[in-house]
């Protein structure tokens, strides 16, 4: 309802504003395509109510408008024909480029003649006006307008054709239903910027668009695709007002913002997706300022001879841009240049009126265009100069899928068509989004959404020679492709003009300094990479460190005790040699066992002093190399346990020594009690495998590793520090007895020195284990576990060296020392020097 009440408003409006007629042809036909151009861009209207009337006569549109007629006029005179028997006709309005007036021009062909009142929507109204003689409607050029013309041919299912129109908007087949266009729409334009922005390496762009159908969506679009794009970063988006060239006072302000804002910037690239009109402010208060710059040129004006022609335009820096695929309309500038072929139209004759024929000269300077202002005839090989090859292709197309769109309705041959002329627009809606053909060579056929399958030329203005070159194209179902030698050039540069960088050495990354899209190259930090390229510094995990270039990240080589390592090897071969050392003394103890001297150091018990030793020194072994879960178990553990073997040994040795020479009757009889030898080893050691087993058990020694900065030590733990201390102090506390024993015993007659030699073994190894504490807390690293085997050796050695090698020595080279006699008169000798008498039994 709310529809037909704007109709009947809009009617009356129309009937009797007062404003002046639109510019109008009509060729009568069975079947009429209407057409909306915006012949005139300026209109007069203001924030008041009255007749607005149109300025600005655009040649542009005039010859697009030509194209239409021309296109018709082929295809009525096309042998054989397209539509037998049939004649197109056309019935083409002046839009002003104004919504308003586009309006008014739309009903004027909806109701198919000249009488506002019959556009009235009748009292039994339908779902939608009635079915009107135009089957199709070719424009507007303007989204914006084609917008408005679209909502109202809907209702009567007219088809719409533009050739121009780009936004978006207009491909929402819910809102606009009967809409299509033989250009592609801004969402690949937009994609297609973009990937330009990508192939170039430009890293910094700046956007200009405006609040119109066409500008807003476009830069809308702009602005998503790009921040896609992680390494693109966007100075800043300016949106200017629709009507920026009609407003002077605010054009002003607005031309001095965007001149600041593009001034300061460092921007590698300006895109300009606005009108024409308002690029020409823009560019002509660019050339003033002086400003140097490059820009992209949205389809609306990337071929803009008014543009390219501005005095000084060569000043303004780069430009390229994108343009719907731009061809030649056949025989079109020969039927221009043939004084359009005797034919005649309104439109046509309105603009000789202005600009009558003459025979100027044109051509005589080569690379000099020719230009229309200020001449007071026209000269046909100039005006043919000015035909464009997109706009006026696309219109071309337009025509000639509608006349598709007919031959397969009316079920047409060469010869005659089946069906009547009695259809429905709907019905050629319908047939026409089915068309698939080529027309010269060009490939048209339309999507779901009213989309045909057309790509953009890739044009950029060679200011030197004062033309536009094509340099690549952009195809929406494929990528862009630009001159190899070009993309070379642009991608090669590493800083801009603005002295920021784009791209940076391995181990560096680009960071953001003053301005809000240039960068500066920084060194990574450590353990941080950067492969190149301004790629952001990327942390390296816990098991890699960067390289010395911080490029990539390495692996950390584990680090520990290697076999190779000198001190290991000095370490390997002392431990062999203890080992060798200890067979030996167990040859010679064993084949002097029942001997005195073996006797004197406990019997059998240095047999089983002589087996810890020999383990003793076999763990040494377990501190090389990488650890493993055994060798974490079997070094300090075993050590404790076969150490306190040793210890328990010992003592039993010197409390038989005590015993031997003690001639207090009430002291000897406890030390007597005391001197078990076996018990005494089995509970010394025993409380130290109490200890360790449950060490072994449930807190054992394992291997781990520490994260150092360019490697990974390898060590092991040691368990529950608690039993670790535990037996390094009871270790400790068994050697402190046994120093004090031995230390009593020295006063004895000891043909063997056994209590002097032990009380010097045990004080070094009192000495060694007070030194190594220390050490061993201050000291990281893989030489750790050296230090902890060099303990163990200088601990067995002390033992093999101080307690047992002086009685292989004897054994070997004093064997006459080794018997009762000997030791008989040494004791008797050492009693008489202190004048006691030696009691015989």
């Given at each position: 309802?709310?529809?037909?009440?704007?109709?009947?408003?809009?009617?009356?409006?129309?009937?009797?504003?007062?404003?002046?007629?639109?510019?109008?042809?009509?060729?009568?036909?069975?079947?009429?395509?209407?057409?909306?151009?915006?012949?005139?861009?300026?209109?007069?209207?203001?924030?008041?109510?009255?007749?607005?009337?149109?300025?600005?006569?655009?040649?542009?549109?005039?010859?697009?408008?030509?194209?239409?007629?021309?296109?018709?006029?082929?295809?009525?005179?096309?042998?054989?024909?397209?539509?037998?028997?049939?004649?197109?006709?056309?019935?083409?309005?002046?839009?002003?480029?104004?919504?308003?007036?586009?309006?008014?021009?739309?009903?004027?062909?909806?109701?198919?003649?000249?009488?506002?009142?019959?556009?009235?929507?009748?009292?039994?109204?339908?779902?939608?006006?009635?079915?009107?003689?135009?089957?199709?409607?070719?424009?507007?050029?303007?989204?914006?307008?084609?917008?408005?013309?679209?909502?109202?041919?809907?209702?009567?299912?007219?088809?719409?054709?533009?050739?121009?129109?780009?936004?978006?908007?207009?491909?929402?087949?819910?809102?606009?239903?009967?809409?299509?266009?033989?250009?592609?729409?801004?969402?690949?334009?937009?994609?297609?910027?973009?990937?330009?922005?990508?192939?170039?390496?430009?890293?910094?762009?700046?956007?200009?668009?405006?609040?119109?159908?066409?500008?807003?969506?476009?830069?809308?679009?702009?602005?998503?695709?790009?921040?896609?794009?992680?390494?693109?970063?966007?100075?800043?988006?300016?949106?200017?007002?629709?009507?920026?060239?009609?407003?002077?006072?605010?054009?002003?302000?607005?031309?001095?913002?965007?001149?600041?804002?593009?001034?300061?910037?460092?921007?590698?690239?300006?895109?300009?997706?606005?009108?024409?009109?308002?690029?020409?402010?823009?560019?002509?208060?660019?050339?003033?300022?002086?400003?140097?710059?490059?820009?992209?040129?949205?389809?609306?004006?990337?071929?803009?001879?008014?543009?390219?022609?501005?005095?000084?335009?060569?000043?303004?820096?780069?430009?390229?841009?994108?343009?719907?695929?731009?061809?030649?309309?056949?025989?079109?500038?020969?039927?221009?240049?043939?004084?359009?072929?005797?034919?005649?139209?309104?439109?046509?004759?309105?603009?000789?009126?202005?600009?009558?024929?003459c025979s100027r000269q044109f051509g005589k300077n080569q690379?000099?265009?020719?230009?229309?202002?200020?001449?007071?005839?026209?000269?046909?090989?100039?005006?043919?100069?000015?035909?464009d090859q997109d706009q006026s292709y696309n219109i071309y197309?337009?025509?000639?899928?509608?006349?598709?769109?007919?031959?397969?309705?009316?079920?047409?041959?060469?010869?005659?068509?089946?069906?009547?002329?009695?259809?429905?627009?709907?019905?050629?809606?319908?047939?026409?989004?089915?068309?698939?053909?080529?027309?010269?060579?060009?490939?048209?056929?339309?999507?779901?959404?009213?989309?045909?399958?057309?790509?953009?030329?890739?044009?950029?203005?060679?200011?030197?020679?004062?033309?536009?070159?094509?340099?690549?194209?952009?195809?929406?179902?494929?990528?862009?492709?630009?001159?190899?030698?070009?993309?070379?050039?642009?991608?090669?540069?590493?800083?801009?003009?603005?002295?920021?960088?784009?791209?940076?050495?391995?181990?560096?990354?680009?960071?953001?300094?003053?301005?809000?899209?240039?960068?500066?190259?920084?060194?990574?930090?450590?353990?941080?990479?950067?492969?190149?390229?301004?790629?952001?510094?990327?942390?390296?995990?816990?098991?890699?460190?960067?390289?010395?270039?911080?490029?990539?990240?390495?692996?950390?080589?584990?680090?520990?005790?290697?076999?190779?390592?000198?001190?290991?090897?000095?370490?390997?071969?002392?431990?062999?040699?203890?080992?060798?050392?200890?067979?030996?003394?167990?040859?010679?103890?064993?084949?002097?066992?029942?001997?005195?001297?073996?006797?004197?150091?406990?019997?059998?018990?240095?047999?089983?002093?002589?087996?810890?030793?020999?383990?003793?020194?076999?763990?040494?072994?377990?501190?090389?190399?990488?650890?493993?879960?055994?060798?974490?178990?079997?070094?300090?553990?075993?050590?404790?346990?076969?150490?306190?073997?040793?210890?328990?040994?010992?003592?039993?040795?010197?409390?038989?020594?005590?015993?031997?020479?003690?001639?207090?009757?009430?002291?000897?009889?406890?030390?007597?009690?005391?001197?078990?030898?076996?018990?005494?080893?089995?509970?010394?050691?025993?409380?130290?495998?109490?200890?360790?087993?449950?060490?072994?058990?449930?807190?054992?020694?394992?291997?781990?590793?520490?994260?150092?900065?360019?490697?990974?030590?390898?060590?092991?733990?040691?368990?529950?520090?608690?039993?670790?201390?535990?037996?390094?102090?009871?270790?400790?506390?068994?050697?402190?007895?046994?120093?004090?024993?031995?230390?009593?015993?020295?006063?004895?007659?000891?043909?063997?020195?056994?209590?002097?030699?032990?009380?010097?073994?045990?004080?070094?190894?009192?000495?060694?284990?007070?030194?190594?504490?220390?050490?061993?807390?201050?000291?990281?690293?893989?030489?750790?576990?050296?230090?902890?085997?060099?303990?163990?050796?200088?601990?067995?050695?002390?033992?093999?060296?101080?307690?047992?090698?002086?009685?292989?020595?004897?054994?070997?080279?004093?064997?006459?020392?080794?018997?009762?006699?000997?030791?008989?008169?040494?004791?008797?000798?050492?009693?008489?020097?202190?004048?006691?008498?030696?009691?015989?039994?």
């Amino acid at each position: 309802m709310s529809l037909h009440l704007f109709f009947i408003i809009a009617a009356a409006f129309f009937s009797h504003s007062g404003e002046s007629d639109l510019l109008h042809a009509y060729s009568p036909g069975d079947i009429v395509i209407g057409g909306l151009f915006p012949f005139h861009i300026q209109t007069d209207r203001n924030t008041t109510h009255g007749p607005s009337t149109c300025s600005v006569f655009d040649l542009a549109s005039f010859l697009q408008s030509q194209v239409m007629i021309y296109a018709i006029r082929e295809i009525n005179q096309r042998s054989p024909r397209v539509l037998p028997n049939i004649t197109l006709g056309y019935d083409i309005y002046d839009t002003c480029g104004d919504v308003g007036l586009a309006i008014r021009a739309t009903l004027q062909l909806l109701k198919g003649h000249s009488d506002p009142q019959s556009c009235l929507v009748p009292t039994n109204f339908q779902s939608a006006l009635p079915d009107s003689n135009t089957k199709a409607v070719i424009g507007e050029r303007h989204s914006e307008v084609s917008i408005a013309v679209a909502r109202v041919v809907a209702l009567s299912s007219v088809t719409q054709i533009s050739y121009a129109s780009t936004s978006e908007l207009l491909s929402r087949k819910l809102k606009f239903p009967t809409f299509l266009r033989t250009i592609s729409s801004d969402e690949y334009q937009t994609k297609a910027i973009t990937e330009l922005v990508e192939k170039f390496n430009w890293k910094s762009v700046a956007i200009v668009g405006s609040y119109d159908e066409y500008g807003k969506y476009g830069s809308e679009k702009l602005l998503d695709y790009l921040r896609k794009m992680k390494d693109v970063c966007i100075e800043f988006i300016e949106i200017l007002p629709g009507y920026f060239s009609h407003n002077d006072h605010q054009a002003s302000m607005k031309q001095d913002e965007l001149v600041r804002k593009i001034n300061e910037s460092s921007a590698e690239a300006t895109i300009l997706f606005t009108h024409e009109s308002n690029v020409e402010i823009i560019m002509r208060a660019v050339i003033r300022h002086k400003l140097n710059r490059t820009w992209i040129a949205s389809d609306s004006w990337s071929t803009s001879t008014k543009i390219a022609t501005l005095p000084n335009i060569e000043s303004v820096g780069q430009v390229f841009g994108f343009i719907s695929k731009r061809n030649e309309v056949p025989g079109f500038k020969d039927y221009v240049l043939s004084k359009f072929s005797n034919t005649t139209n309104a439109i046509l004759q309105h603009y000789l009126q202005q600009y009558p024929l003459c025979s100027r000269q044109f051509g005589k300077n080569q690379g000099t265009r020719c230009s229309l202002t200020n001449i007071k005839c026209l000269d046909l090989k100039c005006l043919a100069s000015y035909i464009d090859q997109d706009q006026s292709y696309n219109i071309y197309l337009a025509v000639q899928v509608i006349a598709e769109g007919l031959r397969h309705l009316l079920k047409c041959d060469s010869n005659h068509c089946e069906r009547s002329l009695n259809f429905t627009a709907l019905e050629l809606l319908l047939e026409i989004k089915k068309v698939n053909f080529t027309v010269s060579t060009t490939r048209i056929d339309f999507d779901s959404r009213g989309e045909p399958s057309l790509g953009y030329d890739i044009v950029f203005w060679d200011m030197t020679k004062a033309s536009i070159e094509t340099i690549g194209e952009y195809w929406p179902r494929g990528k862009i492709e630009v001159s190899g030698d070009l993309v070379k050039q642009m991608s090669s540069v590493q800083v801009t003009a603005f002295n920021c960088s784009k791209t940076c050495k391995p181990g560096q990354e680009l960071k953001r300094r003053g301005k809000t899209c240039c960068n500066n190259c920084v060194p990574c930090a450590d353990r941080d990479f950067s492969p190149g390229n301004g790629e952001k510094c990327k942390h390296c995990t816990r098991r890699m460190y960067s390289s010395p270039l911080k490029d990539r990240c390495v692996d950390k080589k584990d680090k520990y005790l290697e076999w190779s390592d000198p001190f290991i090897i000095i370490l390997s071969c002392l431990s062999v040699f203890g080992i060798v050392a200890v067979i030996v003394f167990l040859v010679l103890f064993t084949l002097n066992h029942s001997t005195p001297i073996v006797k004197a150091v406990g019997g059998y018990l240095c047999f089983l002093e002589l087996l810890s030793l020999l383990v003793c020194f076999c763990l040494t072994f377990t501190f090389g190399g990488k650890p493993s879960r055994a060798s974490c178990k079997l070094g300090l553990p075993l050590f404790g346990i076969f150490s306190s073997l040793c210890f328990s040994c010992i003592l039993a040795n010197l409390l038989q020594i005590l015993v031997g020479f003690n001639f207090d009757a009430r002291i000897g009889l406890w030390i007597k009690k005391l001197n078990k030898p076996a018990v005494i080893v089995v509970i010394i050691s025993g409380i130290q495998v109490a200890l360790c087993v449950p060490w072994l058990l449930f807190y054992p020694p394992s291997p781990a590793e520490e994260i150092l900065t360019d490697s990974i030590l390898k060590q092991c733990t040691k368990g529950r520090q608690v039993f670790f201390l535990a037996m390094i102090g009871y270790s400790a506390f068994l050697a402190l007895i046994c120093f004090l024993f031995a230390y009593k015993g020295k006063q004895l007659p000891d043909l063997y020195k056994n209590a002097s030699l032990i009380s010097t073994s045990m004080m070094l190894f009192l000495i060694i284990w007070l030194l190594f504490i220390p050490i061993y807390i201050s000291m990281f690293g893989e030489h750790k576990r050296a230090i902890e085997s060099s303990a163990i050796l200088i601990f067995s050695y002390s033992i093999l060296g101080c307690h047992l090698a002086p009685k292989c020595y004897i054994m070997v080279f004093r064997k006459e020392l080794n018997n009762e006699r000997a030791i008989t008169e040494y004791i008797r000798k050492h009693y008489e020097r202190k004048d006691i008498p030696v009691v015989k039994s």
